[in-house]
């Protein structure tokens, strides 16, 4: 008897939900292996990695500082996903995002006016969608491809946030560090929670998830975008603008990548440096998928994500292993969940060997 894929006569909505819920599993049982091969106690790995970062209050707070800018991230990136543009240059654009709200709070350095933090967070969005204006342009004007035009800008954008760290935005009382002077309190996120770092960008981050979801599901927009990603053709003959779906698709995953990237300098770091990039625009593709494209989803993917990443800090810490663990972990949940993804529209069928 053999094992063989058949084709399902239509996909599976049981295994659409099931595959990122198999996903996890799979990582989870996968990350014992890895503990137990790196000569790491499996039950004390699994410990410090997915139940120390939670075990108080302070730590949860942690976790949801860490999930808000993959929230951003990736509700913007499911709203063009949906109409297959496929943004993979959000971590640039978030970095835009830092660099412009950053622009703002140096050039009225000293202003305790309340409209100081307004004007970033427009500042960041503005950013982020600019720098997401310039694959749009390309892919609508000269037809190349928003994949590889997204991605080779967050190089650009790196080097970019370098040469103001190191250069015309350098703190000259800094110790020589590369890195801005730090904001005004006017210019900082107010904290959400007494005793702990979880500012005002979180409660940001859950209205992006409400209007995410309410532009997904329950507008003419967001109708067409998903039309045109699942059946181009008959969007094609409703005569829905392939153009204006790229651009509304880019631009809305530049302007929440943007805000992620303000809501960072302005809230933990208070300041931009050299190491604000902390790769939340890649993480936010697999939070995105993992969520299914839902707003609800994304939320709950943000949250395993951002504990992967606060795991791989507390095994470091606790268990002398690379920070790069967590890493190894995000790299089996793609994996998992592509492998998962398959039976959406394959089932294992059993087959008589020949004779």
């Known amino acids: 008897m053999l094992l063989e894929l058949e084709a399902r006569a239509e996909p599976s909505r049981l295994m659409r939900y099931a595959s990122p819920l198999l996903a996890v599993a799979l990582t989870l049982a996968g990350g014992l292996l890895i503990f137990s ?14 139940l120390n970062p939670v075990r108080d209050l302070y730590g949860v707070s942690e976790l949801l500082l860490k999930a808000t800018p993959l929230m951003l991230c990736a509700i913007g990136l499911a709203v063009g996903f949906r109409a297959n543009v496929w943004n993979i240059g959000a971590e640039g654009q978030y970095l835009l995002g830092a660099v412009a709200a950053t622009g703002v709070a140096l050039y009225f350095d000293g202003s305790d006016s309340a409209l100081l933090l307004p004007a970033m967070v427009f500042a960041g969005a503005l950013g982020g969608a600019a720098w997401a204006a310039i694959p749009a342009l390309l892919r609508t004007r000269f037809n190349a491809n928003e994949i590889l035009v997204s991605l080779m800008l967050v190089y650009v954008a790196q080097l970019f946030v370098s040469w103001l760290v190191f250069g015309p935005w350098k703190d000259p009382e800094g110790f020589n560090f590369p890195q801005t002077k730090m904001f005004g309190e006017a210019a900082t996120m107010p904290i959400l929670l007494d005793n702990t770092r979880l500012h005002y960008g979180f409660a940001i981050a859950l209205a992006a998830l409400v209007a995410g979801y309410a532009f997904m599901n329950r507008s003419f927009a967001g109708f067409r975008m998903r039309v045109a990603g699942e059946a181009a053709d008959a969007a094609r003959y409703a005569g829905f603008s392939a153009a204006r779906m790229i651009w509304v698709g880019l631009l809305v995953g530049g302007a929440a990548a943007g805000l992620a990237g303000m809501g960072e300098v302005a809230g933990p770091m208070g300041q931009l440096t050299d190491k604000v990039g902390s790769g939340y625009g890649f993480a936010a593709i697999i939070v995105a998928f993992v969520g299914r494209l839902n707003a609800f ?38 994996f998992f969940l592509l492998g998962a993804d398959v039976f959406i529209n394959y089932r294992l069928r059993l087959r008589r060997a020949a004779a």
């Not at 790196?38 to 410990?47: A, I, N, Q, T, Y």
């Not at 993917?301 to 690379?322: D, F, R, T, V």
């Open 37 to 50: 091969a790196l000569g790491k106690d499996p039950v004390e790995g699994f410990r410090v990695f997915f």
């Open 297 to 334: 989803g994304i939320f709950l993917a943000s949250l395993l994500m951002a504990l992967l990443y606060i795991g791989g800090e507390q095994a470091q810490q606790y268990l002398n292993l690379p920070s790069s663990i967590s890493l190894v972990f995000q790299g089996m949940l793609l």
